[in-house]
């Protein structure tokens, strides 16, 4: 069984190679990296992750938040820094797991690195639960391998029906990551359009976050559509070209 990462200029392309049948092609945001990730009030959370990116033997971290908080950016960032390296990583993110079956977690525990995204989905899916808890049991045993999985509450609190896997998840490290401010979420706008080749004022950020949905996925696809249309149009963002393009 096969596990790789590819990457291009668009994206971070993850390809599970499964028995015969199964196929789990993912494409994963190229810009959502540790760069590109501003901390916060997460600088111990993002401490634990790099050493245990940097460890040669396996660690086990539980990251929980509200939706758009960026787990899934941290998820992203640390399967696209172990790709670089040359190791084999293994996204899946159970929020699509309509889109395969549980047979994909199969070898996994060959891998470097396992992100496990969502399990609150799996909540009262026995084949999925089942899943999961095998999985943890044979990356224990490898003593190899990385597993890293979000979820929107602790695991105490996860409405799972395999109380052994409630129990496994809440043997590792268990962070919470905390919401940005909206200072903050400025610092994080600004970060972003810098990356990306170009400024955003503080005044335009500003007024973004007084107008607009403060949701940072929101955000960052707001700050996609500026980019481009200021490069179409060939003006400085400003606010009343903001206002103009976004209709406000």
Not at 9 to 20: D, K, Y
Not at 101 to 125: F, K, R, T, Y
Not at 129 to 149: C, P, V
Not at 230 to 237: D, E
Request: charged share 25%.
């Amino acid at each position: 069984m096969l596990h790789s990462v590819r990457f291009s200029q668009a994206h971070v392309e993850v390809t599970l190679n499964v028995p015969a049948q199964l196929s789990l092609p993912l494409y994963l945001p190229d810009d959502e990296t540790f760069t590109s990730f501003w901390p916060g009030d997460n600088p111990s959370l993002l401490a634990a992750l790099q050493t245990m990116l940097r460890q040669e033997h396996s660690g086990y971290i539980y990251l929980w938040s509200r939706e758009g908080a960026g787990r899934s950016h941290l998820l992203h960032a640390a399967c696209a820094e172990l790709s670089q390296r040359g190791d084999a990583v293994g996204y899946v993110p159970l929020d699509k797991r309509t889109w395969f079956v549980p047979e994909v977690l199969e070898g996994m525990e060959h891998l470097a690195l396992v992100c496990i995204d969502n399990i609150e989905c799996i909540a009262g899916d026995e084949p999925w639960e089942m899943g999961i808890f095998n999985l943890y049991n044979r990356i224990l045993e490898s003593g190899k391998t990385r597993l890293l999985i979000t979820g929107d509450r602790p695991p105490r609190q996860l409405k799972l029906g395999l109380a052994d896997l409630a129990s496994r998840l809440d043997w590792g490290q268990i962070y919470k990551l905390q919401p940005l401010s909206d200072e903050d979420k400025l610092q994080a706008l600004q970060l972003r359009a810098r990356l990306r080749g170009f400024e955003m004022p503080e005044d335009v950020c500003r007024f973004l976050l007084k107008r607009l949905d403060r949701e940072m996925r929101s955000l960052f696809q707001t700050l996609d559509q500026l980019d481009r249309a200021s490069i179409t149009a060939q003006r400085k963002l400003t606010i009343p070209f903001v206002k103009e393009i976004l209709k406000l």
